[in-house]
C-alpha cells in the first residue's frame, strides 16, 4: 500500500521546474521514480528538468522515450534510465528490455509505469499528474519508503 505523501500543485511550467529542482535534490543512485498521468500532462517535462538538475547540464536535450523506450543518460561514471513503458504488453517485455535489473547505481524514471510497479523490489517515489486547466497540475506524491517521506515537508 501506498501512503500519499504530499499534494502539490503547479500552477506553471516554472513551478513544474521548481518541483522536479526539489525532488532532484533527494534523488540518489539506485532510486526509482514512477510518473503516472494522461498523454500531454507533463511527465516528459517534469523528467526533463529533473535529469537537467540531476546532471547538471542545463542545456542537455532530452527527448521522449515514447519510441526508444529508455533513454540513457550518463553522469559521474553513473546512469539515469529514462523510461516509458506505453508501448510494452507484459513481464516478457520488461524482461528483454533489461528494466528489471538495471546496472548498479543507475536511477531509474518511469512513464506509464503501471505494468512493472508489482515486479519491483524497492516501491518508487510515485507521482501522479493530473491536468486540472490548461497549465495547472495537481500532482499527488506517494510513497511506503521510509526516505520519500520527508517531501512530506515540500512546499512550491
Ligand atoms: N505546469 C505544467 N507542467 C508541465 N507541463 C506543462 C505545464 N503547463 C503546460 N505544460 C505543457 O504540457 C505539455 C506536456 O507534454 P509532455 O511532458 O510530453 O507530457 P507527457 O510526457 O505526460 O505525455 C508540454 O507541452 C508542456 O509545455
Ligand atoms: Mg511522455
Known amino acids: ?45 517534469f523528467t526533463s528538468f529533473l535529469i537537467k538538475k540531476i546532471t547538471n547540464s542545463p542545456n542537455l536535450v532530452i527527448t521522449s522515450p515514447t519510441f526508444t523506450i529508455i533513454n540513457q543518460y550518463n553522469y559521474n561514471n553513473k546512469q539515469i534510465w529514462h523510461c516509458d513503458l506505453y508501448r510494452l504488453h507484459d513481464y516478457n517485455d520488461l524482461v528483454n528490455i533489461g528494466i528489471l535489473e538495471p546496472p548498479k547505481n543507475t536511477i531509474l524514471i518511469i512513464e506509464w509505469p503501471d505494468l512493472i510497479l508489482q515486479y519491483m523490489a524497492k516501491q518508487p517515489l510515485l507521482l501522479c499528474i493530473d491536468n486540472i486547466a490548461a497549465k495547472k497540475r495537481v500532482v499527488n506524491i506517494y510513497s511506503i519508503e521510509e526516505k520519500w517521506q520527508q517531501l512530506s515537508k515540500l512546499k512550491i
Open 1 to 45: 500500500m501506498n501512503r500519499k505523501i504530499n499534494s502539490i500543485h503547479l500552477t506553471s511550467l516554472t513551478k513544474t521546474k521548481k518541483l522536479a529542482d526539489a525532488i532532484a535534490g533527494y534523488i540518489k543512485n539506485n532510486d526509482c521514480l514512477a510518473i503516472k498521468g494522461d498523454v500531454g500532462v507533463g511527465k516528459t517535462t
